[in-house]
T-cell receptor
Framework: NAGVTQTPKFQVLKTGQSMTLQCAQDMNHEYMSWYRQDPGMGLRLIHY???????DQGEVPNGYNVSRSTTEDFPLRLLSAAPSQTSVYFCASGEGTNYGYTFGSGTRLTVV | GEDVEQSLFLSVREGDSSVINCTYTDSSSTYLYWYKQEPGAGLQLLTYIFSNMDMKQDQRLTVLLNKKDKHLSLRIADTQTGDSAIYFC????????????FGTGTKLQVIP
């Protein structure tokens, strides 16, 4: 049972570079989301998807893009990395929020 | 908008009970959750409570909900060193599809 798999676990980018954080789940969950975690600020929702082909913005979407071409995958793209995007990124999935989410182990991103 | 607040830090002695508190602002919350995050890991769902319940008990965990005061607490009986982690309170509100708001997290330190 893999659950939610995030890659890479660590990444260092230079300002202006782009990259994609990968997220895959094998539980056939319709709902997937990306959060960023910063000290003292909890988790903030970046983007979410309620099914393949459907995405929407969360609380802090600027500088990030997502797509959902399959139920399993929900990649997060940083278009032009900025130091303010230094954070730990978590992907989560759920079949119904009533029962909570399953989280990946996170990607620690540093932008220099 | 919705807001979830927690104290940042709690220290207890091994064997004592821990009580982690959370306040939220959205009176239309339907489900409330407690997640645990161990160092370097993602969040793990511990328990959840439906908003029409006052209490839920699951082994060493007791969740109390005071809907009038919008106050949620998590009590851990016989706290062990393995309980040292960050605990997040989260609420789902009815205003958006599967919208869940997380608190800032409470770091629990268990002293042997």
């Amino acid at each position: 049972n893999a659950g939610v798999t995030q890659t890479p676990k660590f990444q260092v980018l230079k300002t202006g570079q782009s990259m994609t954080l990968q997220c895959a789940q094998d539980m056939n969950h319709e709902y997937m989301s990306w959060y960023r975690q910063d000290p003292g600020m909890g988790l903030r929702l970046i983007h979410y998807s309620v099914g393949a082909g459907i995405t929407d913005q969360g609380e802090v979407p600027n500088g990030y893009n997502v797509s959902r071409s399959t139920t399993e995958d929900f990649p997060l793209r940083l278009l032009s990395a900025a130091p303010s995007q230094t954070s730990v990124y978590f992907c989560a999935s759920g079949e119904g929020t009533n029962y909570g989410y399953t989280f990946g182990s996170g990607t620690r991103l540093t932008v220099v | 908008g919705e807001d979830v607040e927690q104290s940042l830090f709690l220290s207890v002695r091994e064997g004592d009970s821990s009580v982690i508190n959370c306040t939220y602002t959205d009176s239309s919350s339907t489900y409330l959750y407690w997640y645990k995050q161990e160092p370097g890991a993602g969040l793990q769902l511990l328990t959840y409570i439906f908003s029409n319940m006052d209490m839920k008990q699951d082994q060493r965990l007791t969740v109390l909900l005071n809907k009038k005061d919008k106050h949620l607490s998590l009590r851990i009986a016989d706290t062990q060193t393995g309980d040292s982690a960050i605990y997040f309170c989260a609420e789902r509100y009815s205003g958006g599809y599967q919208k869940v708001t997380f608190g800032t997290g409470t770091k629990l330190q268990v002293i042997p």
